[in-house]
C-alpha cells in the first residue's frame, strides 16, 4: 500500500482529500504545517506528498527545497496562486507536478497516480553509488557491483528515502510483504549486513548505511 502525506492547512480541504485518497486505496497522513509534516516524514517512510503552497509556519517552496536535500520522493504542489511565476519557481526547486486552486479532486487524484508512477527515477544517485533501476546495475566508482534482488531492492528503498528512518517493520512491508512472503524482522538486519559488506569501506563501522539503535536505519548521504 503506499502511503501519502498531505500537508495542507485548511482543515475541510485536507480531511477531504484524505477521504478521497483513502477511498483509492492509499495510506493517507495530514499534516497542517511544516513542523508537523517535518515529523511525519521522520517516522514513515512515503511514497508522495501533496503539498500547500502557503502554510502557518512556513511555505512550501521552502520545505521542498528542505526535502530535496535528502530526498528524491515525488512532490505535487497546490496554490492558490495562479502564477507562472509560481509555477517555474516550483519545477525549478524539484517539484514533480504542480496545480492551481480551486481544481478538480478527480484530475488530482490522476496526477498523483501518474507522479508516484512515473519512471523519472530511473537513475538513483548518492555520491559514489549510481543505480540504474531500468537496467537493474549498481555502480560504485564507476564499478560495477554485484547485489542480490533483496539486496537491490533494499538499496532502492533507501536511496528513496535517504535522510529519513526506516524501521524494521516498514522495510519489512516494503521489501518482502508484499509479495505475501511470511518472515520475521531478523531477515532484515541480516540482509542489511550483506548489502553493508558490499557498498561500505568498513562494512564493522558503515557511514552510508547506518543504524538508528531503538528505531531502525538510515541512509546518510555519501561524500566520500
Request: with cysteine; charged share 35%.
Amino acid at each position: 500500500m503506499e502511503k501519502l502525506l498531505i500537508v495542507e492547512d485548511d482543515k475541510d480541504l485536507r480531511e477531504g482529500l484524505e477521504f478521497a485518497f483513502r477511498s483509492e486505496g492509499y495510506e493517507v497522513l495530514g499534516a497542517d504545517r511544516v513542523e508537523k509534516a517535518r515529523a511525519r516524514l521522520r517516522e514513515n517512510a512515503c511514497q508522495g506528498i501533496i503539498l500547500d503552497c502557503g502554510l502557518p509556519d512556513g511555505n512550501g517552496f521552502d520545505f521542498c527545497q528542505e526535502i530535496r536535500k535528502n530526498s528524491e520522493i515525488p512532490i505535487l504542489m497546490l496554490t492558490a496562486r495562479d502564477s507562472e511565476l509560481d509555477e517555474v519557481k516550483a519545477l525549478e526547486l524539484g517539484v514533480s507536478d504542480y496545480m492551481s486552486k480551486p481544481f478538480s479532486v478527480a484530475v488530482l487524484k490522476a496526477r498523483v497516480k501518474k507522479m508516484l508512477k512515473a519512471p523519472e527515477h530511473a537513475i538513483l544517485e548518492s555520491g559514489s553509488i549510481r543505480m540504474n533501476l531500468s537496467a537493474c546495475k549498481v555502480e560504485q566508482d564507476r564499478k560495477e557491483i554485484a547485489l542480490s534482488a533483496i539486496e537491490f531492492k533494499l538499496l532502492t528503498y533507501f536511496l528513496r528515502n535517504k535522510g529519513l528512518v526506516l524501521s524494521k517493520e516498514q522495510i519489512l512491508e516494503q521489501i518482502w510483504e508484499k509479495d505475501g512472503q511470511f518472515v520475521d524482522d531478523n531477515i532484515v538486519s541480516v540482509n542489511i549486513t550483506r548489502l553493508r559488506k558490499k557498498i561500505e569501506t568498513d562494512p564493522k563501522h558503515p557511514q552510508r548505511l547506518k543504524t538508528v539503535h531503538g528505531m531502525g536505519y538510515i541512509w546518510k548521504e555519501d561524500t566520500l
